[in-house]
């Protein structure tokens, strides 16, 4: 198998570790036979084993080599020629290490990012980036999962343009991190598909509810925990006209004329895989926007995180507070700030979405641009 070759980095360990060999080397040669310290230096290869490209490695392994038995062979005269053949035999055994370090670290590197460039792959499949864009409705915003490395989690969104007008949804998986991302995952795809063809939103959450369902029959068999998710869907089919309905999800924010009012439109019903459990089925509310007005939706973990004093992220305070920012420096803007509220430490995945119509003035002067997105 060939040595993996990566693109070079930076000259400064090599250098620093030859150069340590080099004046060890000659610390030996001009101090006597009393003295001998350059078999200590078998750490330099090893370090560049760990920090260099496999070509750098090979090069600080034979300067070491070719050093060490130079010492050993011409600086030490009262040695036996056995102890010399040891101490050049013990140098090429350190080098030939260094180098096999070097390959295996070099390799493992190299599945490391294949393996997170198709993890990263599947994951932006699922979920995709902000801005959201579906006809005229545009959806700005933040996704932080709580897991480290994850770009994904237990909260999902989406917004699609369909037949039946302009549908979003955002929803928040009962749990965080990767077991949640299966139970996301399946009412995701069920919301992309139903929104195509169901009339209402009604029938939208019911096909969600039966694709957990399964997936949740799925999951008792297995042995695996089942999962609910909370959901909150927004229909737009005309100018004035809208229909939210929720499925035990939060409240969302309405801005209009610069104030911000908490909707809690269609409150009350059950999350999606709890449906079961009452009679009543799930009604969406009807609303009617009015031009200007944009909506801010969120999942918990952005309104119950909490600061280093044990407050809960005053979400409605800090909207109201940036309410003349549009919505992309709004959503970037209400990150920054939820950071540095809970000082990085977010115990839960947190979602925000900022919602307004494209004005009429950009629909009309990029008719084309808007029917892509």
């Known amino acids: 198998m060939s040595a993996p070759h990566p693109t070079e980095g930076g000259l400064l360990a090599p250098v620093l570790l030859i150069l340590a060999i080099l004046v060890v080397a000659t610390l030996d040669a001009t101090t006597g036979p009393e003295l001998h310290i350059s078999g200590f230096m078998g750490i330099a290869p090893l370090v560049a084993a760990l920090r ?12 070491y080599v070719v050093v060490l038995t130079y010492v050993d062979l011409l600086t030490v005269p009262d040695w036996a020629p056995a102890s010399r053949v040891v101490g050049v035999f013990g140098a090429f055994l350190v080098g030939v290490f260094a180098l096999v370090l070097c390959r295996t670290r070099l390799q493992r590197e190299a599945l490391h990012a294949r393996t997170s460039l198709v993890a990263d792959t599947m994951q932006r499949a699922m979920l995709r980036e902000l801005p959201l864009r579906a006809g005229t409705l545009e959806a700005y915003g933040f996704y932080v999962s709580a897991q480290e490395g994850a770009r994904v989690g237990g909260d999902i969104y989406e917004a699609v343009d369909t037949p039946h007008g302009l549908r979003l949804l955002i929803g928040d998986v009962q749990g965080k991190g990767m077991p949640a991302i299966g139970a996301g995952l399946e009412v995701l795809a069920s919301f992309r598909e139903a929104a195509q063809y169901q009339d209402s939103l009604e029938g939208v959450a019911g096909r969600m509810e039966q694709a957990l369902t399964r997936y949740n029959a799925r999951s008792a068999e297995e042995g695996t925990d089942e999962r609910f998710v909370t959901a909150l869907l927004l229909e737009v089919r005309a100018p004035g006209r809208a229909r939210v309905l929720s499925c035990g999800h939060i409240p969302y924010y309405l801005v209009r004329d610069g104030l911000v009012h908490e909707r809690s439109d269609g409150e009350g019903a059950l999350p999606l895989g709890l449906g079961g459990l009452h009679r009543e089925p799930r009604r969406s509310v009807l609303v009617r926007p009015q031009p200007g007005d944009w909506a ?17 992220y005053p979400l409605a305070e800090r909207i109201a507070a940036r309410v003349d920012l549009e919505p992309a420096d709004l959503a970037r803007a209400l990150r920054a700030d939820l950071e540095d509220f809970t000082g990085g430490r977010l115990k839960d995945d947190a979602t925000l979405l900022v919602v307004r119509r494209t004005p009429a003035e950009a629909v009309a002067a990029a008719p084309v641009r808007s029917a892509a997105a």
């Open 52 to 63: 260099c490209s496999y070509r750098r490695t090979l090069l600080v392994a034979v300067v």
């Open 296 to 312: 801010v939706l969120c999942t918990d973990g952005v309104t119950e995180a909490r600061g280093g004093d044990g407050r809960f």
